[in-house]
């Protein structure tokens, strides 16, 4: 009400798989209700305004697709954040069809992404932080899954698709309510192995070992279709891998350079 804004991007997240076994009350309260408070507000907002909510590729129920997941697919999570995560789509879906529909001043698409890399993330129990946080120190991680493969994408591809969504949304009617899948081509999976071995061309005493850890559930391949992102957006992923890479890579070792200084 104060801000009267035009654009609402709602990625406000308890975001971590490991934390979400840890703290899975809180996991479902964000994740969940945190939704639901927005949408209850978008019940009584009177002024045009775009919403894309941003939910996860973990949304899914994953059964190791090797094709990559639709936007239509069944939507189910094992661990506590893949859950909320999978739920909050569910209420999203249940808000839109049962009061934000017939708003016409209401614009609303949700965006599913993963495996995003780039300079910044300094989450717990995530790849590139947990090694660019041991190698600064010359210290060994690590790996709990080399041969698991992912969609790597760059954060500036990701920003550039939830902005590009919310600027259609804005005069596109038929994608009203949508959801969107944002991830690289078919040919972009790469296993964390190969992540590793081009994240050390551009850092040295790059060191790891390999650890079995069944802490939690992971899953080994997990792929997004996005087709329909470049149907009706024109978004596709830009970047190549080694570029991808590359640009993290050095963010990190130039942060951690100019702290050393």
Known sequence: KNYNPDFIFHLAAQSLVSSSYQNPKETWE????GTLNLLEILKNVKKKTVVVIITSDKAYKNVEKKEGY??????????????????AEIAIKSYFDSFLKEKKNIKLGIARAGNVIGGGDWSKDRLIPDCVSCWSKNKNVSIRNPHSTRPWQHVLEVVWAYILLAYKLKSVNKINGH??????SDKANYSVLK???????????????????????????????????????NWKNILKFEEKVKLTTDWYRMYYYKKKK
Do not use: C, Q
Request: net charge positive.
């Open 30 to 33: 964000t994740n969940l209700l």
């Open 70 to 87: 639709k936007e239509n697919d069944i939507l189910a999570g094992v661990d506590p954040y893949s859950a909320s995560k999978s739920s």
């Open 179 to 184: 959801a969107f899948n944002f991830g690289p």
């Open 195 to 233: 992540l590793l071995k081009t994240m050390k061309k551009y850092w040295h005493n790059v060191n790891y070992s390999i650890k079995n850890n069944k802490k939690f559930k992971e899953s080994k391949l997990l792929k997004l279709n996005s087709n329909k992102a470049k149907k009706y957006l």
